[in-house]
């Protein structure tokens, strides 16, 4: 099967892979407390404790609130106490699956080879750039060299299982038409324009302005050199370019001109809220739909993600009824006996 339906199926099951999620995440994952703790979440033999689980939620939340450009921010901070629960919870059930799989993975004789994780070690070496980086990365989180490797093998472990468990799984011809026919519209292109604009703002010199920079125009001045000079607008720098937009993007009246405007040619005066708008119009894209030869191989990959995602929310739905679950931090806990049968 295809290499990257594979990383899309280690999407699903959120595991910290080094193939799939950054090396800072991969060092959350290992998460080992130097000292026994409170046990929050009991897997089967598993047990994952009170400090594991705040380090791997403390590293998710700096993801969130780093991708809000908050990047200072203490990932405990009280402000951010509700969704930080949300970010715990979901920590929790992610490590319930992971371990769930990773005894579905050791029952159903899964191997993993030495080489394998030799592999995985060094990519994540890699990406410090220094060996000693490294080993403050590692020891900022409480974890050794050897804590990393066994965690790569148990990733690895499940990856090569949900690997096999899921190599069945094919796309027909007829599925895929199908598909096309009930989803033309995801794979339709929009209309699109590509254009440039001169903004100038709507105050008493609006009019020398505009009939300055027209004059100029015919004179064969590059309309991007008079975006730089006159225009108030951001895309200034550019040379006024908004690169291409579809309908719906500018406000009405901006799009209306650049939609009906020729290709090549400059538009009337455009007033807007913003100001005064002069606009050129470089390229003009009709609406266009692919035909099914054109889109069948990303078809194929849609339908295979859907496939799996189901396969996989069955998969663990079934380990789940199978297992001892006990998790602490919900006010009532549910703890279910093992199953006699083992999921393989």
């Known amino acids: 099967m295809n290499p990257s339906f594979f990383r899309r199926l280690r999407s699903l099951i959120l595991i910290a892979s080094v193939f799939c999620l950054s090396v800072p995440a991969v060092l959350a994952e290992t998460g080992k407390s130097s000292s026994p703790g409170e046990i929050v979440l009991t897997i089967n033999s598993h047990n994952v404790e009170r400090g594991d689980l705040e380090r791997r939620t403390d590293m998710k939340m700096r993801e969130i609130l780093a991708q809000s450009g908050l990047t200072n921010v203490n990932p405990r901070n009280e402000a951010f106490g509700a969704i930080r629960g949300q970010v715990e919870k979901g920590v929790a059930d992610h490590l319930i699956n992971k371990y769930l799989l990773l005894d579905a993975a050791t029952a159903a004789g899964t191997k993993v080879t030495a080489e394998d994780v030799d592999s995985a070690f060094r ?34 472990l499940i990856e090569n299982y949900l690997k096999k468990r ?47 920079i027209q004059k100029k125009l015919k004179e064969g001045v590059p309309f991007a050199d008079l ?84 396969r996989f929310q069955a998969l663990i739905a079934e380990l789940r009824r199978g297992a001892r679950i006990i998790n602490r931090l919900e006010s009532s806990s549910t703890s279910q006996p093992a199953a006699s049968s083992k999921t393989k």
């Open 123 to 156: 990519w994540v070496t890699r990406s410090f750039p220094t060996r000693d980086a490294m080993k403050k990365a590692l020891e900022a989180q409480g974890l050794t060299p050897e804590d990393l490797k066994l965690e790569l093998k148990e990733n690895l």
């Open 166 to 212: 899921f190599s069945d799984i094919t796309v027909s011809e007829k599925e895929k038409k199908a598909f096309y026919a009930e989803n033309r519209s995801r794979f339709t292109r929009p209309e699109s324009v590509h254009a440039r604009h001169i903004l100038v703002a709507d105050d008493s010199s609006a009019a020398g302005k505009l009939a300055e």
């Open 227 to 310: 975006a730089r000079q006159y225009s108030i607008g951001p895309s200034a720098k550019n040379g006024g370019d908004l690169g291409f937009f579809t309908r719906g993007r500018m406000v009405k009246p901006f799009e209306d001109a650049a939609f009906s405007t020729p290709v090549g040619k400059v538009s009337k005066p455009v007033k807007t809220r913003f100001g005064y708008h002069l606009i050129l119009v470089e390229a003009h894209q009709a609406e266009v739909t692919p035909t099914y030869e054109e889109v069948k191989e990303k078809i194929e990959q849609l339908v295979k993600q859907e496939k799996t995602s189901s």
